[in-house]
């Protein structure tokens, strides 16, 4: 990431203080739906909805994947594909 | 051999990245791989249990979110130190080295607190199903938080000099040590709702 132009690199920072401000808004929001008491399903569905999309947050801006090389972007694709075998793994055996 | 050659001040040409970044990445698909077999491991003993108790009735919340917080932060503060040394301006990447590396160890201190609550109340790992795993991921995770405060302080103290000599291989380890501090901060936004709030 070398050649960056100051103005590029403002408009960088000011990016990473709005993802900061979106985080913290979305644990407040996580947070409070946990209060509401919902059934398990919809419970963990909303959970893991505002995690997914913290955790998109963190990874797009804050790990440069939005503006990253394909060779990355492929090694973690074959990473994910496999993450989620593993996480299909237990309820294949659970019935 | 120069640094030339091993591409770790410069993206080889090939990939387009230095290779000092894509081997953090590739130690990050191992950590991928590492903390899924643990929640996967979790979706097989909560599916297989007959009464997991609900984690906000027995875990801090509180605290838990103040340490979200901590941990969001000082992911904020990671980046802003890279975007210093972009920005030419090292005074600036010690200053909010130094948060990232204060706000790790506040979530460690935080941490601390909520095991130590459990141990004066004799809940240990061994209690049940469910702090076996809980103790297992969060412990797992404490040690990814003490050893990226080890890289961290070590770039901002003794790991510093190389800007003089390097500064884009400097900015580079930055970069890669980023990467790696931000995983840990995403492991725990996923570990949060997951163990404390359902």
């Known amino acids: 990431m070398s050649g960056h132009t100051e103005a590029e ?45 913290k955790a998109g947050l963190v990874a797009l801006f804050f790990m ?32 | 051999m120069s640094s030339e050659i091993r591409y770790i001040s410069h993206p080889h040409p090939v990939t387009g990245v230095t290779n000092s970044k ?35 009735e027995v875990l801090n919340v509180p605290l838990a979110t ?14 802003l130190s890279w975007a210093s040394l972009v920005r030419k301006d090292l005074g600036k990447y010690r200053l909010y080295m130094a948060v990232t590396v204060l ?43 003490i050893g990226g405060i080890i890289v961290n302080a070590y770039f901002l103290l003794p790991g510093s000099k190389l800007w003089h000599k390097d500064p884009e291989q400097f900015t580079g380890r930055i970069e890669a040590a980023g990467l790696y501090w931000h995983f840990v901060d995403l492991v725990w936004i996923f570990l949060f709702p997951i163990l404390y709030l359902l």
């Open chain 2, 22 to 56: 894509l081997g953090v990445w590739c130690f990050l698909a191992s950590e991928i791989m590492l903390f899924g077999g643990l929640f996967s491991a979790l979706v097989m003993l909560r599916g297989g249990s007959t009464n997991w108790p609900h984690g906000f």
């Open chain 2, 66 to 79: 103040l340490n979200t917080m901590v941990l969001i932060t000082s992911s904020v503060t990671m980046v």
């Open chain 2, 103 to 145: 706000l790790g160890l506040a979530f460690l201190v935080i941490k601390s607190f909520e095991y130590g609550y459990k141990f004066e109340h004799h809940i240990y790992p061994s209690k049940s199903t469910f702090y076996a795993i809980y103790f297992t991921m969060t412990g797992l995770h404490g040690l990814h938080v």
């Open chain 1, 9 to 53: 690199i403002k408009k960088h920072v000011r990016t990473y203080i709005a993802v900061f401000a979106a985080l913290a808004a979305l644990t407040v929001i996580t947070v409070a739906i946990s209060y509401l008491h919902l059934s398990f399903g919809p419970a963990l569905a909303l959970a893991l909805a505002v995690a997914s999309v």
């Open chain 1, 64 to 95: 440069h994947l939005i503006t990253e090389k394909k060779a990355i972007l492929w090694l973690l694709g074959f990473t994910v594909f496999f993450f989620i075998v593993l996480l299909t793994i237990p309820p294949l055996f659970h019935h």
